[in-house]
């Protein structure tokens, strides 16, 4: 993946007809905790970590590096939308030196099936294309995820390969930018 650190961050703020991608700012850290606490949230990620910890844990203005973007609907933070180098020991590549974007999300339950998810990713994607034309963006989520891997396919991602990970089958896809 290209360096994250040769592009201007944060970016300005991306905009779309209903979200703004922007960098997290102090007024976020409740809704970070939240998503990182949720149950539903993070059913195929592992499970929630306990409040008090995320309360101890997150810093003041969480979020703040590059690559993660704060997706804010009528000025409140409703998830967040990253993209990150794929760590190279993980399975699922398409590059033979690894290293390729990946892209995640998450969103707090009361945002779901509004097609937040589908817009913002969308926009982080067109951002990552024009700061880094032709790298491929690679997409990780469990096979039984129905929603995320509906969310790939909506977003042009086609899948590569299944595979084990986590204790669960994962579905890995790739994004070719253009």
């Not at 970016?11 to 007024?27: D, F, G, I, M, Y």
């Not at 990946?102 to 509004?114: A, I, Q």
């Not at 042009?156 to 669960?168: D, I, K, L, S, Y």
């Amino acid at each position: 993946m290209a360096d994250l650190g040769l592009v201007v961050w944060p970016p300005a703020p991306v905009r779309t007809e209903r979200l703004v991608l922007r960098e997290s700012e102090a007024r976020d850290r409740e809704a970070f905790i939240d998503l990182f606490a949720s149950s539903e949230v993070r059913t195929y990620l592992g499970g929630p970590r306990p409040r008090g910890e995320l309360e101890n844990a997150v810093p003041e203005v969480p979020g703040r590096r590059p690559g993660v973007f704060v997706v804010d609907h009528d000025g409140a933070m409703i998830g967040i939308v990253t993209l990150d180098r794929r760590d190279a020991e993980r399975p699922g590549h398409v590059r033979p030196d690894a290293g390729e974007a990946e892209l995640s999300y998450m969103f707090l339950p009361e945002s779901w099936g509004c097609g937040y998810a589908s817009e913002a990713c969308a926009a982080a994607l067109a951002w990552f294309a024009y700061a880094f034309p032709g790298a491929p963006v690679v997409f990780c989520t469990q096979a039984a995820n129905d929603r995320s891997v509906r969310v790939a396919a909506k977003l042009g991602f086609t899948e590569v390969e299944r595979f084990e990970e986590f204790g669960a089958e994962q579905w890995f896809g790739v994004w070719p930018s253009v």
